[in-house]
């Protein structure tokens, strides 16, 4: 949660001195945390840029003059958001479902031959009543933290060194919802029991802890990895799921709650913002360092985690081959007879 505290005090994190100050906290904006910079040049990548907060990401980065990589589920989404943000940028399609689709957005990516100054790994869905199990783990597990584990991973190596952002969107729910005992490794599926809300909180605490053990692996190179709470943002998209009496519950709430462009200041500003360079491996709300979960501080978890992660992925991929394998010994014929 937030600490109320808008400085923090100058901090040493293996060698890295953490900036002593930055004035912008919960009501801070998006182009609030841009203010006065100069992005042209500047390659960033974003994962569910059509709307929300990734749109409004989107739209300062662009307005700044950096060049985004704009991610959606769909090309035509991400078109249209590229019409909408203005500037410069790139639509590509990349269903976090999908890993197919992942891998192939990872080769697109890489086909444009540019370095990517930061990742946003922004895009997410929550509130499913039932679960839908794909590559053998609940779809909120899936697109919230192993489509991203999947994309990141494929794009690390034209992420610069000692300059490079990924910047990873967990939750406050990572802390509150998810099971207290921490990741259920052996439940992924839901197979044991499943209830939405703590099935989100599970995959929004795998992505706090995914970025905790990549900003270590990482460290050599100087890649800043961080995540971060963006806070009870109305006017999103992320609800759309929930039923009555949620839905009725969180319009009566978002009176109370940030703007979209609010809810987008802490991904933005730890993607591009000058005042937190070097700093890696933190959780972050309002803006600030926060204290996240205690399981972030798990060694162990964080390493299964990864390897779990790793398998699903490698298990696809391995599918995908054997697949293609066959589908060219049963085209086989079909070719000698055309030559």
């Known amino acids: 949660m937030y600490t109320g505290v808008d400085y923090y005090l100058p ?10 100050a930055i004035a912008f906290g919960p009501r801070s904006t998006a182009d609030d945390v841009l203010a006065g910079l100069d992005l042209s040049g500047r390659t960033i990548l974003i994962t569910g840029c059509h709307s929300g907060i990734g749109f409004e990401t989107f739209r300062a980065l662009a307005a700044r003059g950096a060049h985004v990589i704009a991610l959606a589920r769909s090309r035509e989404a991400a078109r249209h958001a590229c019409e909408r943000a203005g500037g410069s940028a790139t639509p590509i399609a990349c269903d976090l479902a999908n890993l197919d689709s992942v891998i192939a957005a990872t080769n697109a990516v890489h086909k444009l031959r540019r370095p990517i100054d930061a990742i946003v790994a922004n895009a997410g869905v929550m509130g499913l009543k039932h679960p839908d199990v794909r590559e053998g783990v609940e779809i909120q597990f899936l697109v919230n933290h192993i489509g991203h584990f999947a994309l990141i991973n494929g794009l690390t190596d034209i992420v610069p060194d000692h300059t490079g952002r990924i910047v990873v969107v967990s939750s406050s729910a990572g802390i509150q919802q998810a099971p207290k005992q921490g990741i259920l490794f052996d439940n992924l599926d839901g197979h044991q029991f499943y209830k939405p809300s703590i099935f989100y909180g599970q995959s929004k605490l795998a992505c706090a802890v995914f970025a905790k053990e990549l ?17 009870a943002v109305a006017g999103t998209r992320l609800n759309r799921r929930l039923g ?42 309002d803006c600030q360092v926060a204290e996240g979960s205690i399981h972030l501080n798990d060694r162990a978890m964080a390493r299964r985690l990864w390897n779990t992660s790793a398998r699903i992925v490698a298990a696809h991929a391995s599918r995908q081959a054997a697949l293609n394998a066959q589908h060219d010994v049963d085209q086989a014929p079909l070719r000698r007879r055309i030559m």
């Open 11 to 20: 901090e040493v994190y293996g060698g890295i001195h953490m900036v002593d």
């Open 215 to 231: 900003a270590r692996r990482l460290a050599p190179r100087g890649i800043a990895v961080n995540s971060l709470h963006p806070g």
């Open 244 to 285: 009555f009496p949620m839905n009725a519950v969180l319009r009566i709430a978002g009176y109370f709650m940030k703007t979209v462009s609010q809810g987008a200041a802490t991904q933005t500003l730890l993607a591009a913002s000058p005042l937190v360079e070097g700093i890696s491996g933190e959780y972050w709300v």
